[in-house]
């Protein structure tokens, strides 16, 4: 397969208004800072970013907005689009194809919590549904939140099936055996880890990047650990390891979103992005500058 995903995916968190309604114009400040940066691709509408928590028009007229402003092209954005029930899965992912997307990153439906036969039907199917619209699909494997494993051998059967539309891989798992067991089992898909610490160890095997939610705050240095590792200089890896290491566990510590969304305001002075959608907490504001000291100078 040609023009094949690599590189370093931002999901990015959501800010809201006061009053819960999504604020557009950090949105787009924020898109932009992440691109500048050095971002590859955007991803909005992950677990990052509160996917769950906003609705189906929200979600494709921010993903809109993007386009239409100038903050970011079509083929920068890799969407999330999965949800429970296949209909809206088909509506989210056939707007991103028609949007123009890079690729359309796909949760599992999760209530009911199905086998992989039931799995492999569920995504056939939205292939199909689509035909000609369905575009470039990245399994969306994060089984502490869906309960629902995407696993090696299920990833290895749909790109077997569909090479031209499952070709990549995102794992939130945290278990860094289903990483290498997926690079392993299904060579024609770019597996993403979920977080820039395994970065370095993951491309050795032949993953793509990462899409990780620390990419919010801390994309320079994650670009640079991605050119590093690329081009084979082990002397910048090793540099730039553990600060990696050093803020991604801190973020962790503080809880990953509010965290996250917490330095942001810190760092921008603009409090609207304390703010959660329930059932989250709003963020701690003592978490920014916290976390602020973890970030290389």
């Known amino acids: 397969m040609t023009n094949r995903l690599t590189g370093v995916v931002t999901p990015l968190l959501t800010p809201y208004e006061d009053d819960l309604s999504i604020a557009e114009s950090l949105y787009l400040d924020h898109a932009a800072f992440c691109l500048e940066g050095g971002a590859h691709y955007l991803s909005p509408f992950g677990t990052t970013g509160e996917a769950t928590s906003n609705t189906m028009n929200e979600r494709m007229g921010v993903l809109e907005r993007l386009v239409t402003s100038g903050t970011a092209r079509p083929g920068q954005l890799m969407p999330g689009t999965g949800l429970c029930n296949l209909e809206d899965t088909v509506t989210l992912t056939r707007h991103a194809s028609e949007l123009g997307c890079a690729a359309a990153m796909v949760l599992p439906p999760f209530f009911y919590q199905p086998s992989d036969d039931g799995l492999y039907r569920y995504y056939a199917q939205l292939i199909e549904t689509l035909g000609d619209k369905a575009p470039r699909i990245i399994l969306y494997n994060i089984p502490q939140n869906t309960g629902v494993p995407i696993s090696p051998t299920l990833s290895a059967r749909l790109n077997e099936a569909f090479p031209e539309h499952v070709v990549a891989y995102k794992d939130s798992s945290g278990d860094w055996d289903n990483t290498a067991s997926v690079i392993k089992a299904a060579p024609g898909l ?108």
């Open 190 to 297: 770019w597996v993403f880890p979920a977080s820039e610490i395994l970065l370095a160890e993951a491309m050795a095997l032949g993953a793509g990047g990462c899409i990780s939610a620390s990419c919010n705050s801390n994309i320079t240095a994650i670009r640079a650990m991605y050119e590093a590792v690329r081009d084979g200089d082990q002397g910048e890896v090793d540099t730039l390891q553990q600060g990696l290491e050093i803020h991604r566990n801190a973020a962790q510590e503080e809880g990953l979103i509010g965290g996250l969304k917490s330095l942001v305001a810190h760092l921008s002075n603009d409090q609207r992005w304390l703010n959660l959608r329930p059932p989250h907490i709003n963020a701690d504001p003592a978490a920014g500058p916290r976390l602020a000291t973890t970030l290389p100078h």
